[in-house]
């Protein structure tokens, strides 16, 4: 392992990060009634980004001029230590912004209200660059802008990956480019578009930001705010899920908006190599991929199943929602009429289809956001969304989970299986349309498997010890591994996580790390012989 190879990587994404803060101090800037070094001394969220600014382009900087003579010397180590160790590095800095506003509005003293403080900033910061979503915060309106365009933009930077821009953008760092490129980028393969890893990158991103842009243009058009629209795409399109409004998508009431973010979370679930194919003229492509004709399947199956469920407001009573664990809960004759408020939702067929279909897509993708409390669902729809939440997005796409293409291999895998205990002599290859999948890669998807559920389960086992609710417990863990960002009962669609206590949050920013980087390449660092 080079040690100072993998600094200079780092150092340069810290430059990268550094330069890329500097958009949301200029929002904090143009906030301010008066534009003066005195007013910018008083702004907490000027002082906050020009710190985080300062200690992130210095720091880069020195440590990557220190560390150049060392760039070209990676190797497959170095390349999967660089994506680990950066997005943990990364989300340090990108926390410092929040961690100071905390600091600033805190009525505590002291080591435990700093821990606080930066565990609260962490976590959102950490939440926003894997794009899982979950939030600390309890009244998002009252947060300034510059910090909500800033944790926004942590979900598009982190939806493709700082390091894969980073690739786009210093096409010579030095650094073992393909083994960080199959650590990032979601799903069990990695393929390149181009010889040129630097291309493949670069195309990857213009299709993002291209789909990013006709998103923020609808909305716009529709009639949101340009600042929420911006906002709202960085949130879909990297299937993240912060909002700018304390009840999400469901506060601008609008069918529009509801549609076109429908369309745009169902696209950015999409293997992007798809997309770029598609836009080539190579409809084909899509009519002859597996996996994307059944992440179509279980989206269009799961939601008319589910409108046939709820059609007609048949949501759990108000004494049946009310008995669920809720960690600060409403009074009584308060949830009374907030339950009949959600179940007018489903009364009109066009308005449950379209509210359903809201939610089933926003968690299959792993996206998160909400136009009704689907905690007060029937408990069979509450379970279909919570397994739901395990399948994810398409490989290559920025959804989390464990991805479509691994559940259709591993069910394919099953029932070769179950043919095979009566014809044992059988050869059978397993395969994804006319392409026979490899062995070893059948392999590594079960061990991925196996590896995933493992971690769910120790995980949920530790939460237990600081939730006292198990179902919130075992939701939050896999709302977090699976980048999802709501879960069930006190973590629902309409709670936050800022309740948690501090180790409880620290358990689930990891599980959002192995969640995002997909297990292989955190767990590969913790091994010692990685390291010699």
């Not at 962490?122 to 365009?149: H, K, N, R, V």
Request: charged share 15%; hydrophobic share 50%; glycine share 10%.
């Amino acid at each position: 392992m080079n040690g100072k190879a993998v600094a200079y990587a780092i150092g340069k994404l810290m430059q990268l990060t550094g330069i890329i803060l500097c958009i949301p101090l200029g929002i904090a800037v143009y906030n301010l009634e008066a534009i003066s070094f005195a007013s910018l001394l008083d702004n907490v969220e000027a002082i906050g980004f020009s710190l985080a600014i300062i200690a992130s382009i210095v720091g880069g900087t020195i440590i990557s001029l220190f560390y150049r003579a060392d760039r070209n010397e990676q190797g497959i180590r170095e390349g999967y230590a660089i994506v680990s160790l950066g997005w943990i590095i990364l989300a340090f800095f990108g926390s410092i912004p929040f961690t100071f506003y905390f600091i600033a509005h805190s009525d505590g003293t002291g080591f435990l209200n700093l821990l606080t403080c930066f565990t609260d900033g962490y976590f959102e910061i950490m939440s926003g660059f894997t794009t899982t979503g979950s939030t600390i915060l309890t009244d998002i309106e009252a947060i300034p802008d510059s910090l909500l365009f800033w944790r926004s933009l942590t979900h598009w930077l982190g939806g493709m990956g700082i390091i894969t821009l980073a690739l786009a953008i210093f096409p010579a760092m030095g650094v073992s480019g393909y083994q960080m490129f199959r650590g990032e980028i979601p799903g069990p393969t990695a393929d390149r578009l181009r010889p040129r890893l630097a291309q493949t990158a670069a195309i990857l991103w213009g299709v993002y930001a291209l789909l990013s842009g006709v998103e923020t243009l609808l909305l716009w058009l529709g009639g949101m705010p340009l600042f929420d629209s911006l906002c709202h795409t960085f949130g879909t399109m990297a299937t993240g899920g912060f909002s700018t409004q304390n009840s999400s998508i469901a506060a601008y009431n609008s069918a529009y908006f509801e549609w076109v973010i429908i369309i745009f979370m169902y696209l950015a679930g999409v293997n992007f190599l798809l997309h770029f194919n598609v836009l080539r003229g190579k409809w084909r492509q899509a009519i002859i991929n597996r996996e994307f004709i059944f992440y179509t399947g279980i989206i269009i199956c799961v939601t008319l199943f589910l409108s046939g469920v709820l059609y007609g407001g048949t949501v759990k009573s108000p004494e049946d929602a009310y008995s669920h664990y809720r960690h600060d809960k409403p009074t009584s004759l308060e949830f009374d009429n907030y339950v009949v408020n959600e179940s007018q939702k489903f009364d009109n067929l066009h308005d449950c289809v379209r509210t359903t279909m809201f939610q089933v897509v926003a968690i299959t993708t792993t996206t998160g956001y909400g136009t009704a409390d689907f905690d007060i669902w029937p408990d069979i729809g509450r379970f279909v969304l919570l397994l739901l939440m395990f399948f994810g997005g398409c490989a290559g796409s920025t959804g989390g989970g464990m991805k479509q293409v691994r559940i259709l291999i591993l069910i394919k895998n099953g029932w070769r299986e179950l043919r095979k205990l009566t014809r044992p002599n059988l050869i059978a290859p397993l395969r994804m349309g006319p392409v026979a999948v490899e062995e070893d890669k059948i392999a590594n998807i079960t061990a991925f498997f196996i590896l995933f559920m493992l971690l769910f389960a120790v995980a949920s086992l530790i939460m237990t010890l600081f939730v006292p609710d198990l179902l919130t417990a075992v939701s939050a863990t896999i709302a977090c591994i699976n980048n999802i960002g709501p879960g069930l009962n006190g973590v629902g669609s309409i709670e936050n996580y800022s309740w948690i206590p501090i180790p409880g949050k620290w358990v689930l920013i990891a599980c959002m790390l192995l969640g995002r980087l997909e297990i292989f390449t955190v767990l590969i660092v913790f091994r010692p012989s990685f390291w010699k």
